[in-house]
């Protein structure tokens, strides 16, 4: 088993900043997802990581820094590109170069072969392997030392969903065994299923670490949904406690700022009649969102939500300009007799 440790990773391309004074820790027996916009420097981390980037900052193996490692592939396995391999050389003989460069018998190249499903394909060039058919290459030199730790960026890239739900059980499997597995992914809902821990950064900067399950509670989108036609008892009785309540088009509401116990309390204090009440917990995507909205590289603008510009399909540009884009969904509650927008509020 072995602690990876980042600190103070860094690194700069001309006067852009890469990664910035960057540190996280990733205990073994976990997967841990790495997540961040596009551009939020992460295959960058993983290559400073390694050694494979001047920057500045360190990262050890149980206690080690990759580049002092004695054959490293035997401690870290690492894989950083979808298609890490010569083209015209055969999958096994790849895996075999690999395998005498880091001590490693050749009986361990048909294994894992036959762990990442490849060895029908092992006397064949890789250069006219599928993307997922790549990957799958790439995970088994990364599996070849039977390392006690994996870097593995976008591993899922090109896999299909059989091929998803494989990585996922296999590196459960390996993290089960004690091992450290550290894992970037786009796919978020995939990376719901997989990781224990996260660690999110954005525009090269640490945005947060911990557990997946704290993450997703955190967020402000996960709320109480209640039911009752009571609210003219109910909503003044949260507000009092903190509670903010928004009604929703199926005639529930969404209750902020505290939480389920207390919800069903106050209601039973005021007589509140509840036919349904249950926690929506937030999604990693809305979670995620959240969090990184400040910190995307690269953000595309909306345009404005005014059907009346184009009209209907078929009717032509009307000529209007668009009005001012108004939130969707209905008005905040509020109780008896007042108006939600105010006196004389347009609506």
């Known amino acids: ?43 960058t981390t993983m290559r400073l990581m390694v050694g494979l980037d001047n920057g500045s900052g360190t990262t050890t ?12 592939m035997r401690h870290v396995g690492v894989q950083l590109e979808a298609k890490p391999f010569h083209p015209t050389r055969k999958a096994r003989n790849h895996l075999r170069m690999l395998a005498g460069a880091n001590g490693i018998p050749d009986s361990r190249v048909d294994e894992v072969l036959g762990l990442v ?10 250069g006219k392997f599928s993307l997922g058919m790549g990957q799958r290459l790439g995970i088994a030199a990364a599996l070849l030392g039977d390392p006690h730790t994996l870097i593995l960026d976008e591993p899922a890239n090109g896999l299909d969903p059989q091929g998803i739900n494989w990585l996922r059980n296999l590196l459960k499997q390996l993290a089960s065994e004690g091992r450290s597995i550290f894992v970037s992914s786009h796919l978020l809902s995939e990376m719901a299923l ?3 821990q996260l660690v999110v950064i954005g525009r090269g900067q640490l945005i947060t670490s911990g557990p997946i399950r704290d993450f997703i509670t955190s967020s402000a989108r996960t709320s109480v949904i209640v039911r009752t036609p009571d609210m ?9 406690r903190g509670g903010h309540a928004i009604g929703t ?4 509401f969404s209750v902020t700022g505290i ?16 036919h349904e009440l249950r926690t929506r917990e937030a999604t990693l995507e809305e979670a995620f969102l959240d969090a990184t909205g400040m910190a995307a590289e690269f953000v595309a603008h909306t345009p404005p939500h005014d059907a009346g510009q184009f009209g209907p399909p078929g009717a032509g540009y009307s000529g209007q300009p668009p009005g001012p884009w108004q939130p969707p969904g209905p008005a905040p509650w509020q109780p008896p007799g007042q108006d939600p927008y105010g006196p004389g509020g347009a609506r």
């Open 1 to 43: 088993m072995a602690v990876i440790e980042s600190v103070g990773l860094s690194k700069t391309y001309g006067s852009k900043p890469a990664v910035v004074n960057l540190s996280f820790r990733v205990n073994p027996g976990s997967v841990t997802g790495f997540l961040g916009p596009n551009g939020a420097g992460k295959s």
């Open 61 to 72: 193996f149980d206690g080690m820094p990759f580049r002092r490692l004695t054959h490293p």
């Open 117 to 126: 499903g490849l060895l029908s394909e092992a006397g064949h060039k890789p």
């Open 194 to 196: 997989l990781a224990d």
């Open 232 to 240: 003219s008892l109910l909503g003044p009785a949260l507000a009092e």
């Open 249 to 252: 088009d199926d005639g529930s």
């Open 259 to 274: 939480g389920q116990t207390e919800v069903g309390d106050v209601a039973h204090s005021v007589g509140a009649r509840i």
